[in-house]
Protein backbone atom coordinates (compact mmCIF):
# COMPACT_ATOMS: atom_id res chain seq x y z
CA UNK A 1 0.00 0.00 0.00
CA UNK A 2 1.47 3.61 -1.35
CA UNK A 3 2.23 5.79 1.88
CA UNK A 4 0.85 8.99 1.58
CA UNK A 5 3.02 12.11 2.84
CA UNK A 6 1.66 14.45 5.22
CA UNK A 7 2.23 17.36 7.40
CA UNK A 8 1.99 15.07 10.37
CA UNK A 9 3.60 11.96 8.84
CA UNK A 10 7.08 13.69 7.20
CA UNK A 11 9.14 14.26 10.16
CA UNK A 12 8.64 10.53 11.50
CA UNK A 13 8.90 9.83 7.80
CA UNK A 14 12.51 11.71 7.51
CA UNK A 15 13.59 10.26 11.11
CA UNK A 16 12.85 6.37 10.40
CA UNK A 17 15.74 7.39 7.19
CA UNK A 18 18.17 9.69 9.26
CA UNK A 19 17.72 12.25 7.54
CA UNK A 20 16.68 14.79 10.25
CA UNK A 21 16.40 14.18 14.34
CA UNK A 22 13.46 13.39 15.98
CA UNK A 23 14.16 15.55 19.10
CA UNK A 24 14.16 18.68 16.52
CA UNK A 25 10.64 17.64 16.00
CA UNK A 26 9.36 19.96 18.63
CA UNK A 27 10.91 23.28 17.31
CA UNK A 28 11.07 22.42 13.44
CA UNK A 29 8.50 24.30 10.98
CA UNK A 30 6.57 22.92 8.05
CA UNK A 31 5.11 24.53 5.12
CA UNK A 32 3.00 23.41 2.25
CA UNK A 33 4.29 24.82 -0.88
CA UNK A 34 1.74 25.00 -3.68
CA UNK A 35 2.88 22.60 -7.00
CA UNK A 36 2.35 20.36 -9.05
CA UNK A 37 3.41 17.62 -6.65
CA UNK A 38 2.39 17.59 -2.68
CA UNK A 39 5.58 20.20 -1.37
CA UNK A 40 6.91 20.26 2.14
CA UNK A 41 9.11 22.61 3.06
CA UNK A 42 10.69 21.86 6.43
CA UNK A 43 12.71 24.39 8.58
CA UNK A 44 15.11 23.32 11.52
CA UNK A 45 16.34 24.80 14.56
CA UNK A 46 19.67 25.23 13.30
CA UNK A 47 18.41 27.39 10.37
CA UNK A 48 18.99 24.04 7.84
CA UNK A 49 15.80 23.14 5.28
CA UNK A 50 14.49 20.10 3.61
CA UNK A 51 12.17 20.13 0.43
CA UNK A 52 10.23 16.84 0.57
CA UNK A 53 8.35 16.01 -2.58
CA UNK A 54 5.82 13.60 -3.23
CA UNK A 55 4.08 12.64 -6.66
CA UNK A 56 0.20 12.97 -6.49
CA UNK A 57 -1.70 9.65 -6.94
CA UNK A 58 -5.02 8.94 -9.02
CA UNK A 59 -7.28 7.43 -7.83
CA UNK A 60 -6.12 3.80 -8.46
CA UNK A 61 -3.35 4.89 -5.99
CA UNK A 62 -0.56 5.20 -8.66
CA UNK A 63 2.01 7.93 -9.70
CA UNK A 64 3.13 9.28 -13.23
CA UNK A 65 6.37 8.32 -12.19
CA UNK A 66 7.91 11.14 -13.24
CA UNK A 67 10.70 11.17 -9.95
CA UNK A 68 12.31 8.09 -11.22
CA UNK A 69 13.92 10.69 -14.40
CA UNK A 70 14.72 12.90 -11.84
CA UNK A 71 16.55 10.31 -9.57
CA UNK A 72 18.29 9.03 -13.19
CA UNK A 73 19.60 12.19 -13.32
CA UNK A 74 21.89 11.98 -9.88
CA UNK A 75 22.66 7.91 -10.70
CA UNK A 76 23.91 9.32 -14.14
CA UNK A 77 26.48 11.98 -12.81
CA UNK A 78 27.21 9.75 -10.00
CA UNK A 79 27.91 6.86 -12.57
CA UNK A 80 30.30 8.64 -15.05
CA UNK A 81 32.53 11.05 -12.55
CA UNK A 82 33.47 12.95 -15.92
CA UNK A 83 30.56 14.94 -15.71
CA UNK A 84 31.11 15.88 -11.81
CA UNK A 85 31.35 19.51 -12.75
CA UNK A 86 27.81 19.38 -13.58
CA UNK A 87 26.47 18.80 -10.17
CA UNK A 88 26.92 22.13 -9.12
CA UNK A 89 23.71 22.78 -11.66
CA UNK A 90 21.46 21.07 -10.40
CA UNK A 91 19.61 20.24 -7.25
CA UNK A 92 20.98 17.89 -4.22
CA UNK A 93 18.84 14.85 -3.87
CA UNK A 94 18.86 13.70 -0.50
CA UNK A 95 16.47 10.68 -1.01
CA UNK A 96 14.37 9.00 -3.11
CA UNK A 97 11.80 6.71 -2.57
CA UNK A 98 10.08 4.72 -5.64
CA UNK A 99 8.17 2.63 -3.72
CA UNK A 100 6.19 5.87 -2.80
CA UNK A 101 7.21 8.50 -5.60
CA UNK A 102 8.87 10.34 -2.83
CA UNK A 103 12.30 12.48 -3.04
CA UNK A 104 14.12 14.86 -0.32
CA UNK A 105 15.36 17.89 -1.83
CA UNK A 106 18.46 20.06 0.22
CA UNK A 107 16.54 23.23 -0.06
CA UNK A 108 18.57 25.98 -1.70
CA UNK A 109 17.39 29.05 0.58
CA UNK A 110 20.00 30.86 -1.09
CA UNK A 111 18.18 31.17 -4.69
CA UNK A 112 14.50 32.39 -5.60
CA UNK A 113 13.45 31.34 -9.23
CA UNK A 114 14.12 33.08 -12.23
CA UNK A 115 10.29 34.15 -12.95
CA UNK A 116 10.29 35.55 -9.45
CA UNK A 117 13.63 37.42 -9.90
CA UNK A 118 12.32 39.17 -12.86
CA UNK A 119 8.93 39.94 -12.07
CA UNK A 120 9.81 41.66 -8.81
CA UNK A 121 13.33 43.31 -9.51
CA UNK A 122 11.93 43.96 -12.96
CA UNK A 123 15.71 43.89 -14.79
CA UNK A 124 16.94 41.61 -17.39
CA UNK A 125 20.65 41.33 -16.60
CA UNK A 126 22.16 39.61 -19.97
CA UNK A 127 24.90 37.97 -18.03
CA UNK A 128 21.95 35.63 -16.61
CA UNK A 129 21.05 34.76 -20.49
CA UNK A 130 24.64 34.31 -21.30
CA UNK A 131 25.47 32.08 -18.01
CA UNK A 132 22.31 29.90 -18.53
CA UNK A 133 22.98 29.54 -22.43
CA UNK A 134 26.92 28.72 -21.75
CA UNK A 135 25.32 26.29 -19.09
CA UNK A 136 22.99 24.82 -21.27
CA UNK A 137 25.62 24.67 -24.05
CA UNK A 138 27.79 22.60 -21.44
CA UNK A 139 25.83 19.94 -20.85
CA UNK A 140 24.73 19.49 -24.09
CA UNK A 141 28.19 19.59 -25.49
CA UNK A 142 29.75 17.02 -22.77
CA UNK A 143 26.87 14.90 -23.16
CA UNK A 144 26.46 14.96 -27.10
CA UNK A 145 26.79 11.62 -29.11
CA UNK A 146 27.91 9.54 -25.93
CA UNK A 147 26.50 6.29 -26.37
CA UNK A 148 27.38 4.79 -23.10
CA UNK A 149 25.56 7.68 -22.24
CA UNK A 150 22.64 7.14 -24.27
CA UNK A 151 22.65 3.56 -23.08
CA UNK A 152 22.62 4.38 -19.26
CA UNK A 153 19.36 6.20 -20.31
CA UNK A 154 17.72 3.87 -22.79
CA UNK A 155 18.43 0.39 -20.51
CA UNK A 156 16.26 2.52 -17.54
CA UNK A 157 12.44 0.92 -19.07
CA UNK A 158 10.39 3.11 -16.86
CA UNK A 159 11.76 6.19 -18.30
CA UNK A 160 8.49 7.48 -19.45
CA UNK A 161 9.98 9.86 -21.53
CA UNK A 162 11.77 7.64 -24.54
CA UNK A 163 8.71 7.72 -26.56
CA UNK A 164 8.04 11.55 -25.53
CA UNK A 165 7.69 13.18 -29.18
CA UNK A 166 6.04 10.36 -30.75
CA UNK A 167 3.31 10.63 -27.99
CA UNK A 168 3.27 14.29 -28.65
CA UNK A 169 2.60 13.57 -31.93
CA UNK A 170 -0.27 11.01 -31.64
CA UNK A 171 -1.86 13.42 -28.51
CA UNK A 172 -2.21 15.95 -31.70
CA UNK A 173 -4.90 13.47 -33.50
CA UNK A 174 -7.26 13.86 -30.83
CA UNK A 175 -7.94 17.71 -29.19
CA UNK A 176 -10.75 18.01 -26.98
CA UNK A 177 -12.31 20.53 -25.45
CA UNK A 178 -9.66 21.16 -22.33
CA UNK A 179 -7.39 23.16 -24.72
CA UNK A 180 -9.57 26.34 -24.60
CA UNK A 181 -8.34 27.14 -21.22
CA UNK A 182 -4.97 26.19 -21.80
CA UNK A 183 -3.63 27.01 -24.90
CA UNK A 184 -2.91 30.74 -26.08
CA UNK A 185 -4.75 31.92 -28.95
CA UNK A 186 -1.86 31.89 -31.21
CA UNK A 187 -1.77 27.92 -30.01
CA UNK A 188 -5.30 28.24 -30.89
CA UNK A 189 -4.59 28.79 -34.62
CA UNK A 190 -1.58 26.31 -34.43
CA UNK A 191 -4.52 23.34 -34.14
CA UNK A 192 -7.07 24.59 -36.39
CA UNK A 193 -4.36 24.76 -39.21
CA UNK A 194 -3.60 21.02 -38.36
CA UNK A 195 -6.82 20.09 -38.70
CA UNK A 196 -7.65 22.01 -41.67
CA UNK A 197 -4.55 20.57 -43.75
CA UNK A 198 -3.29 17.11 -43.33
CA UNK A 199 0.07 17.51 -45.38
CA UNK A 200 0.96 20.09 -41.77
CA UNK A 201 0.08 16.57 -39.99
CA UNK A 202 2.14 14.83 -42.48
CA UNK A 203 5.28 16.98 -42.20
CA UNK A 204 5.21 16.70 -37.91
CA UNK A 205 4.62 13.23 -38.04
CA UNK A 206 7.82 12.70 -40.47
CA UNK A 207 9.24 14.88 -37.98
CA UNK A 208 7.97 12.94 -34.86
CA UNK A 209 9.71 10.02 -36.74
CA UNK A 210 13.07 11.07 -37.28
CA UNK A 211 12.82 12.19 -33.79
CA UNK A 212 16.85 11.10 -32.28
CA UNK A 213 18.16 12.48 -29.08
CA UNK A 214 21.55 13.35 -29.37
CA UNK A 215 22.43 14.59 -25.56
CA UNK A 216 20.84 14.96 -22.58
CA UNK A 217 18.26 18.02 -22.38
CA UNK A 218 15.95 19.15 -19.68
CA UNK A 219 12.49 18.85 -21.61
CA UNK A 220 10.86 21.47 -19.03
CA UNK A 221 13.05 24.62 -19.39
CA UNK A 222 11.04 27.42 -17.98
CA UNK A 223 11.53 30.42 -15.61
CA UNK A 224 10.30 28.94 -12.82
CA UNK A 225 12.45 25.49 -13.37
CA UNK A 226 15.59 28.03 -13.12
CA UNK A 227 17.03 29.01 -9.74
CA UNK A 228 19.19 32.66 -9.45
CA UNK A 229 21.58 33.14 -6.47
CA UNK A 230 20.67 35.31 -4.47
CA UNK A 231 24.19 37.23 -4.48
CA UNK A 232 24.09 36.30 -8.39
CA UNK A 233 26.73 39.42 -8.95
CA UNK A 234 29.27 37.88 -6.76
CA UNK A 235 28.66 34.37 -7.37
CA UNK A 236 30.94 32.50 -10.37
CA UNK A 237 30.81 28.92 -9.75
CA UNK A 238 26.45 28.51 -9.05
CA UNK A 239 24.74 31.33 -10.49
CA UNK A 240 22.02 29.53 -12.07
CA UNK A 241 20.74 25.95 -11.28
CA UNK A 242 18.60 24.11 -13.38
CA UNK A 243 15.72 21.82 -11.01
CA UNK A 244 12.90 19.77 -12.00
CA UNK A 245 14.47 17.11 -14.36
CA UNK A 246 11.37 14.72 -14.27
CA UNK A 247 11.17 15.59 -18.32
CA UNK A 248 14.36 14.53 -19.15
Known amino acids: MTFILNSH ?11 CNPSDQALSKIEPLEAKNFNLLLTFPDGNKLLVKQERHNQEGKAAGEFLNEWRIQEFLQQFPELANLRSWIPDVLH ?14 DYRDLMDFYAKENIFPPEVAAIIGTLLGKIHHHTFNRKN ?27 GPEIFGSVPADGLKFFALYQRYDSLGQAIAQLGNGF ?3 CLTHNDLKLNNM ?10 ISMVRLIDWERC
Open 9 to 19: NVFEYLAARGL
Open 96 to 109: FDGENSIMVFRYLD
Open 149 to 175: YQDFFSTETGNLTTDQVPRLVKSLERI
Open 212 to 214: APC
Open 227 to 236: LLHQDWEHES
